[in-house]
């Protein structure tokens, strides 16, 4: 427990943090979490390492959040430890907004001994092939990989390699991620429920190299697309594993919609039979109304009601036709 002799000293950091944007529920946490802050000199201490990070590009939003999500930002030394932080990080991410963004992502970024632990990180990369660009990538979209220990990351960077990935693309990064992310006992056994589907291990590694982050899925976001592509749609299962990126769409809102209307183009022959999964499902929303919706108003009046969930697509009376024998739904 901390003792006050005078109250000045704590009232003084409490407002400064109030003048610097935290609200009261922020302020509450950081005292909670580290109170010996209240006994920190606020225009000696404090201060300089919030104008630090404001004069790096902070918002005023977003300073309040990152110290509440890591108070001992504010027990680092700046000369020390927070500059050369930064600078590190700017000389491998080049702009401040990249900086800024791996700082929001990740309440270790600054925390870290940078030198002991990223830098042979990054240097590893390097060696093997990736560009700066997918080292960005990499460092902002997934900060705390690129503090794990260097036995762990060789240990992955060489698996990824035999995998086929080249080091020289973002999708190599994503694959570092995902093996990271997974003992392989889990990897193995998310092949194990796309086999029950009818991928062989060559399907398996086409979707992986294709789109590795499908791998974190949950088996039940996985088997529901599937059920629904495979036994309600009738498409092939190794059609999913050339574009498994299907698999991370949102089933309600944008697989059944999207496949609904096609299914009605289908039955009246207005599109082709072999439309691909990627052709009405990855564009984005303008996009695809137009292309399938607004296109064929005269024709189906219907359509945007069936893809708004405003109508029953049982009730459409065109349902009940059949392609090639069988019931659309």
Same mark, same amino acid.
């Given at each position: 427990?901390?003792?006050?002799?005078?109250?000045?000293?704590?009232?003084?950091?409490?407002?400064?943090?109030?003048?610097?944007?935290?609200?009261?529920?922020?302020?509450?946490? !950081?005292?909670? *979490?580290? %109170?010996? $802050? @209240?006994?920190?000199?606020? #225009? &000696?201490?404090?201060? /300089?390492?919030?104008? +630090?990070?404001?004069?790096?590009?902070?918002?005023?939003?977003?300073?309040?959040? !990152?110290?509440? *999500?890591? %108070?001992? $930002? @504010?027990?680092?030394?700046? #000369? &020390?430890?927070?500059? /050369?932080?930064?600078? +590190?990080?700017?000389?491998?991410?080049?702009?401040?907004?990249?900086?800024?963004?791996?700082?929001?992502?990740?309440?270790?970024?600054?925390?870290?001994?940078?030198?002991?632990?990223?830098? /042979?990180?990054?240097?590893?990369?390097?060696?093997?092939?990736?560009?700066?660009?997918?080292?960005?990538?990499?460092?902002?979209?997934?900060?705390?990989?690129?503090?794990?220990?260097?036995?762990?990351?060789?240990?992955?960077?060489?698996?990824?390699?035999?995998?086929?990935?080249?080091?020289?693309?973002?999708?190599?990064?994503?694959?570092?991620?995902?093996?990271?992310?997974?003992?392989?006992?889990?990897?193995?056994?998310?092949?194990?429920?796309?086999?029950?589907?009818?991928?062989?291990?060559?399907?398996?590694?086409?979707?992986?190299?294709?789109?590795?982050?499908?791998?974190?899925?949950?088996?039940?976001?996985?088997?529901?697309?599937?059920?629904?592509?495979?036994?309600?749609?009738?498409?092939?299962?190794?059609?999913?594993?050339?574009?498994?990126?299907?698999?991370?769409?949102?089933?309600?809102?944008?697989?059944?919609?999207?496949?609904?209307?096609?299914?009605?183009?289908?039955?009246?022959?207005?599109?082709?039979?072999?439309?691909?999964?990627?052709?009405?499902?990855?564009?984005?929303?303008?996009?695809?109304?137009?292309?399938?919706?607004?296109?064929?108003?005269?024709?189906?009046?219907?359509?945007?009601?069936?893809?708004?969930?405003?109508?029953?697509?049982?009730?459409?009376?065109?349902?009940?036709?059949?392609?090639?024998?069988?019931?659309?739904?």
């Amino acid at each position: 427990m901390i003792h006050f002799e005078n109250p000045e000293g704590p009232d003084s950091v409490l407002n400064l943090f109030k003048e610097n944007g935290f609200d009261d529920t922020q302020i509450t946490k !950081i005292v909670r *979490t580290r %109170p010996h $802050l @209240l006994l920190s000199d606020p #225009e &000696n201490i404090l201060l /300089p390492k919030i104008e +630090f990070f404001r004069s790096k590009g902070v918002s005023s939003s977003d300073l309040p959040r !990152i110290i509440t *999500t890591s %108070p001992d $930002l @504010l027990n680092r030394s700046l #000369e &020390n430890h927070i500059i /050369p932080c930064y600078d +590190f990080l700017k000389s491998v991410l080049v702009v401040n907004k990249k900086v800024i963004t791996t700082l929001k992502r990740s309440r270790f970024s600054f925390l870290y001994n940078i030198t002991k632990t990223m830098v /042979p990180n990054i240097e590893l990369l390097r060696e093997v092939g990736a560009s700066q660009i997918t080292i960005s990538f990499f460092v902002t979209r997934y900060p705390n990989f690129a503090f794990i220990k260097l036995s762990k990351l060789v240990k992955a960077v060489q698996e990824v390699k035999e995998m086929g990935f080249n080091p020289s693309r973002v999708v190599f990064m994503e694959a570092l991620r995902v093996v990271l992310s997974l003992r392989k006992p889990t990897r193995e056994y998310k092949f194990e429920i796309l086999r029950r589907w009818g991928w062989s291990k060559e399907d398996f590694l086409i979707a992986f190299r294709k789109h590795p982050c499908f791998m974190l899925l949950s088996e039940e976001k996985i088997t529901k697309a599937m059920n629904y592509l495979v036994n309600k749609l009738g498409r092939p299962s190794t059609d999913i594993a050339r574009t498994p990126v299907v698999l991370n769409l949102s089933l309600e809102k944008r697989i059944i919609p999207r496949c609904s209307v096609v299914q009605i183009l289908l039955a009246k022959d207005l599109v082709k039979n072999d439309l691909s999964l990627s052709t009405f499902l990855l564009p984005n929303e303008k996009n695809f109304l137009e292309r399938f919706v607004i296109k064929f108003q005269d024709a189906v009046p219907q359509l945007l009601s069936v893809y708004q969930n405003k109508m029953d697509l049982m009730d459409v009376e065109f349902q009940s036709e059949k392609v090639g024998g069988t019931e659309l739904l």
